[in-house]
């Protein structure tokens, strides 16, 4: 099979990591889920910070300085753009996605009473789940579990039936990092509106692969984490709907976040400053605006398009093997494929594929409730980016072949 809608050879040059060879074969790359790579032209942003304008930000008032906040502010307003915010200071720098949940989880504490309801997802990530136990443990509030079914889609009617005067908010990842399923987000934001509750969407799987619109989708909260899609560990971002910003109080307190500091009492800088207290990834930053330009250059239909293709021949071709189960068949799905061989450990599967090159994921993927579901101690994933090729496709299923062989 030839792909058609992408030079994936020409994108392939762009990212240095993809030339080298792991255990003697050319690397094949497809953890991707856990995090992607990174073009030369995002390092070469990072590179070129610490080379000429590396300072600290937002109160200098030398020209490394100005240089420094220009190019992190410029950064802001491209995820804002990007994402379609109304406004730059909704858009907050993050560690991450799971510091970003973690900021809306705090904030929520001083919100949220005794008998009061938030609803998660049966397929979160744990990073999605542990702040809200951790909050509900706090002030009393409820936990509830929106169920779904065997292909890994959630219960819409469950979810309509849970919904109450007391639901206060809704959570829920856009893509399911474990499975590919993509939830519709509309609908459940549109849902819990209507029942009075706000709605955070984990958008960690999502931005990599569709273009999220913040006013369109109308959800309170979203959060992304840049080394997903081709930027830099360690910086993401929280979008939140600057009434709710403001409502919310800050979740550290520091530099940078305050207006006036006695010992009587601090006043809070103004959004976005109130939830950046100390120094940030300056770098990681503007690198993170740099990524969204690349992707963008490409387009994000077309990553979506090609990513399809590549979705749907290694679905076809690793179910023409005998005793291979895929987990997560929903309609609506991303590149990402979870499976397991009848008899053997999801580990010893990747365990040879990575003496092959071939870099997987296995393990509950940070979804224990999902394995649970499903009761199973975990998958082998493979989840594909645009920079994968049919050839590296080629690969895993000769790679799965022979570890089956072995194995069995
Ligand atoms: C990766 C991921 C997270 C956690 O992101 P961090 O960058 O580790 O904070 C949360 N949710 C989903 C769906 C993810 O894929």
Redesign the pocket.
Known sequence: MQATTLDVTAIRKDFPILQRKVNGYPLVYLDN??TSQTPRQVIDVIVDYYSRYNANIHRGVHALSQEATDAYEQAREKIRSHFNAAHSHEIIFT???????NLVANGFSSLLAEGDEILVSAM??H??IVPWQMLCERNGAKLRVIPMNQQGELEMDTYREMLSGKTKLVFC?H???ALGTINPVEEIIRLAHDSGAAVLI?G??AAPHLKADMQQLDVDFY?V?A??LCGP?GV?MLYGKEEWLRKLPPYKGGGEMIAEVTFEKTTYADLPHKFEAGTPNIAGGIAFGAALDYLNAIGMEAIARYEQELLAYATQKLQEIEGLRIYGTAADKTSVISFNIDGIHPYDIGTLLDKMGIAVRTGHH?AQPIMDFYQIPGTVRASFCFYNSIEEIDRLVEGVKKAKDMLL
């Open positions: 889920a856990a560690s991450g996605t799971t510091e970003a949940i979160e990530h990073s999605n990842n893509i399911s990092n984990d960690a799987q959060t984490s080394h997903k560990t993401g940070c």
